[in-house]
């Protein structure tokens, strides 16, 4: 059992104690260096690494391209997190909270930052004539209620159950349990609402969808935290059914790669520019760290 920790009158920030990413974590906001961030070809200008948040943006932006817009073409760009590149002055003037994914759009006469997953997700919708988000005002509703329920439920799989699971200095019991709890609860309310619906908002496929998938997909999968059999994720057998047909989209796998710095060589597209890159450009084609 972990030594009682008896909290002082006033919390002061310990440098270090911060277990996997004490390097970066800060109680501050800010740049920390000054750095421009780069500008490609396109209008559509993402600053981005493939963790689940990420790969929203890259799954959005792979099916406007799939359905035909071709406005939609876009530069990523890798940011390290864990090197602490977010905190660049030029990534902190698209998104001052120093988080990825960010996205900046130079197509119009000024030049239109946007950053947090979920408010990308709906500015990319509404610029492509409300693609992936209904019209009908009860049907658009219940899309925008399931992408901000995994915006505030996520934080409790991922910063919650992922960081005491995977990534503290030492495990901790109580907060373990919190947190699966927590989890196991969200995937079972996402197993109910599938039993009778093919999708996430209903019978069309959405930017809910986009939003959930790489989180609690990716769990059922087996992707997140090596925890698939703690969690006892093949209880959730509506989930696995909808992550499954999704994994099968081709333009959810393209957005998957997107930015990705783990997994198979095959699977990494550090940067995108064209659609070619996917032919041409995963690590296994180009090698290197």
Sequence with gaps: MSQAYTPPKVWTWEQGNGGAFASINRPIAGAT????????????????????????????????????????EYDAWLIRINEGQQFSSGFVEVNPNSKIPALMDRGGPEPIRVFESGAILVYLAEKFGNAFLPTDPAERAETLSWLFWQMGSAPFLGGGFGHFYAYAPEKIKYAIDRYAMETKRQLDVLDRRLADNEFIAGAD???????????????????AYEAAEFLSVHEYRNVIRWAEQLHARPAVRRGRMVNRVSGKPESQLRERHDASDFDTKTQDKIGGA
Excluded: C, F, R
Excluded at 37 to 66: C, D, F, R
Excluded at 205 to 223: E, K
């Design 33 to 72: 260096h000054d750095k421009e961030l780069p500008v490609g070809k396109h209008p559509l200008q993402l600053y981005s690494l493939g963790t689940p948040n990420g790969q929203k943006v890259t799954i959005m932006l792979e099916e406007l391209l799939a359905a035909g817009h071709k406005g939609a």
């Design 205 to 223: 496929y959405t930017i809910a969808d986009m939003a959930i998938w790489p989180w609690y997909g990716g769990m059922v999968m087996g992707w």
